[in-house]
Nanobody, 122 residues
Framework: QVQLVESGGGLVQAGGSLRLSCAAS????????MGWFRQAPGKEREFVAA????????YYRNSVKGRFAISRDNAKNTVYLQMNSLKPEDTAVYYC???????????????WGQGTQVTVSP
């Protein structure tokens, strides 16, 4: 089972940028599709972005397209989420996720990180 640890969250003003990182343990990181989800207070957890094991395919929810970019470095066992032009509605706890299937990682991934808080002030 892969272990995931997120970092990079924080407080930023609207229009600013943050880059989240997710470090994965294990030697099979390159075989996992990876994803990012978020959960705002009082709301359900929602899919944000996903990337295939090779990095050749990426997927985004509509509201972050053109602002967020997911990438991965298989040599470093790390996946990133670059977030630009942040809005107050992006405020949430962001979770890293992993699964053997890119289709599953966008819906019910098998592994989760503990989350990192992102707060965007107006």
């Amino acid at each position: 089972q892969v272990q995931l640890v997120e970092s990079g969250g924080g407080l930023v003003q609207a229009g600013g940028s943050l880059r989240l990182s997710c470090a994965a343990s294990g030697r099979t990181f390159s075989s996992y599709a990876m994803g990012w989800f978020r959960q705002a207070p009082g709301k359900e957890r929602e899919f944000v972005a996903a990337i295939s094991w090779s990095g050749s395919s990426t997927y985004y929810r509509n509201s972050v397209k053109g602002r967020f970019a997911i990438s991965r470095d298989n040599a470093k066992n790390t996946v990133y989420l670059q977030m630009n032009s942040l809005k107050p509605e992006d405020t949430a706890v962001y979770y890293c996720a992993a699964d053997g299937s890119v289709a599953v990682v966008t819906t019910k991934p098998g592994a989760w990180g503990q989350g990192t808080q992102v707060t965007v002030s107006p």
